[in-house]
Every structure is written in structure tokens, then in C-alpha cells.
């Protein structure tokens, strides 16, 4: 079982910066592989990136890509999301989730322990 705890997030003008953390605890989480999703108000939950177990592997999607950074510290058993040049349509509640396997996903369904999720806002 593992257990994830997301914190971090807040309100940021367009252009702006943030930084979110999840940090897991159970056993199992230093194998898992670990994603970011963010759901806005009215739309379905979308993968944001995803990061391997060794942190060796990243993958995100377009609408992300060279502005986010995935990383992770298995020693602190915490996973983050670095969000730079933000944008207003990158408003959501964001979601860190883990995967009961080593291995990169895109898809929430294969996903297995989710948190609980925090607010990002950014205002034009």
C-alpha cells in the first residue's frame, strides 16, 4: 500500500513559477513509477508527465513539454513538479499518482494509488 501527499501549490501570475511535491510513504514506493495529472473545472483528468522509478525516464505531454520538470528523491520519498511560464489554461487541481510497477505510463487507468490532489490558479 502507498499513500501520497501532494503539496505546493497556489496562485501564480501567467509566466510565473511553481513547485509541487508529493511525498509517498508505504511500502512499494521506491519501485513505483510515478505521474502527474491535472483536472480544470468542467473537463476530464489529462496526463501531465510521468517519471520512472530510477528517475532515469521522464515523459511528458505536449502541452507541458519545456516548460515542466518531473523529478524525484527516492532517499525522501518525494516526487516534484517544477511548472515554469505558466500559463492561465494550466489552472487545475493537480494530481500526483503512483503505478504498483517500474514502468512509464500515460494512462490514469494503470495507475494505482492516487493523492489527494492541490489547487494551481493562474490569473492573466
Known amino acids: 500500500q502507498v499513500q501520497l501527499v501532494e503539496s505546493g501549490g497556489g496562485s501564480v501570475q501567467a509566466g510565473g513559477s511553481l513547485g509541487l511535491s508529493c511525498a509517498g510513504s508505504?511500502?512499494?514506493?521506491?519501485?513505483?513509477?510515478m505521474g502527474w495529472f491535472r483536472q480544470a473545472p468542467g473537463k476530464e483528468r489529462e496526463f501531465v508527465g510521468a517519471?520512472?522509478?530510477?528517475?532515469?525516464?521522464?515523459y511528458y505531454s505536449d502541452s507541458v513539454k519545456g516548460r515542466f520538470t518531473i523529478s524525484r528523491d527516492n532517499a525522501k520519498n518525494t516526487v516534484y513538479l517544477q511548472m515554469n511560464s505558466l500559463k492561465p489554461e494550466d489552472t487545475a487541481v493537480y494530481y500526483c499518482a503512483a503505478r504498483r510497477t517500474t514502468t512509464i505510463s500515460t494512462n490514469e487507468v494503470d495507475y494505482d494509488y492516487w493523492g489527494q490532489g492541490t489547487q494551481v490558479t493562474v490569473s492573466s
Open positions: 508505504g511500502q512499494g514506493f521506491f519501485a513505483s513509477a
Open positions: 517519471i520512472s522509478w530510477s528517475g532515469s525516464r521522464t
